[in-house]
């Protein structure tokens, strides 16, 4: 499944930019749609369609427009949903409020970000360096703590997650991220490096995040749409952390 996943990225990347883009909002969109409803396990309504257009618009402004058009897009969708759920009644309006302008920001705007990295110069090589230095913080975390793992990082949020993981995580994430940005970039390793030691700071949080979520609705994964994974959300989470840092370093030192 991971190999397929790379696969899909990888090619769309490097034949025609708006394809990658089209596999963007098509994974965020399950993200959107998993997040919905497992807000909806506890009775926590957010309308799906209105918010798989926001996502779309946003992710469309972002590379089309730039981040002027990403914002207000942003702010037009979550005044929108909260016009669309008034209609609703006045009971639980703020709580699904609430729930609504998470799943806006989070996966949905934050999202966006991918798409600015994309119409950058070097656009596709940007995003590569971002996604696999993200993922070879899970596959860092992984090896290391299953072979390592003995102190527990946060066993109430995470009980699987160890500090021997997150030493395996930041090397692999600094190893990967200095080598490609040498490779693909064309630049100083150490800004890999620097781009590598914040991922696995974002990437971890986030994954800690999202079973933060998960635990409070009771459910174990978002789906089982990924078989060996879980839901789109369990591979999204580390990634939406840290695509905005990652966006600005880049842009800031290449």
Do not use: N
């Not at 699987?160 to 930041?170: D, I, L, N, P, Q």
């Not at 979520?213 to 879980?230: E, F, N, T």
Request: with cysteine; hydrophobic share 55%; aromatic share 8%.
């Amino acid at each position: 499944m991971g190999v397929g996943l790379g696969a899909a990225v990888i090619g769309s990347l490097y034949t025609v930019k708006e394809l990658f883009l089209a596999v963007v909002i098509a994974a965020v969109g399950v993200g959107v749609s998993e997040l919905i409803q497992a807000f909806a396990s506890r009775q926590i309504g957010v309308p799906l369609i209105p918010a798989l257009a926001g996502m779309t618009a946003m992710l469309a402004g972002a590379y089309w427009g730039g981040p002027g058009w990403l914002l207000a897009i942003f702010a037009t969708t979550v005044v929108g949903l909260m016009i669309w759920r008034m209609f609703r009644g006045t009971d639980g309006y703020v709580r699904d409020v609430t729930a609504t302008i998470l799943v806006t920001v989070y996966p949905a705007m934050l999202a966006g970000f991918v798409a600015l990295m994309l119409a950058q110069d070097q656009g596709p090589d940007r995003v590569v360096v971002f996604i696999a230095t993200t993922v070879a913080s899970d596959i860092g975390g992984y090896v290391a703590g299953v072979l390592f793992g003995r102190h527990k990082m946060s066993p109430v949020i995470s009980p699987k997650k160890t500090w021997e993981g997150f030493a395996g995580s930041a090397l692999a994430c600094m190893a990967v991220g200095g080598w490609l940005t040498v490779w693909l970039l064309e630049t100083e390793i150490w800004k890999g490096a620097l781009v590598g030691a914040v991922v696995v700071v974002l990437a971890t949080l986030g994954d800690l995040v999202e079973s933060v979520i998960k635990r409070d609705l009771g459910i174990k994964d978002m789906s089982s749409v990924l078989p060996g994974h879980g839901g789109m959300m369990d591979r999204l989470d580390s990634l939406v952390a840290a695509v905005v840092p990652v966006w600005a370093l880049l842009s800031l030192l290449v």
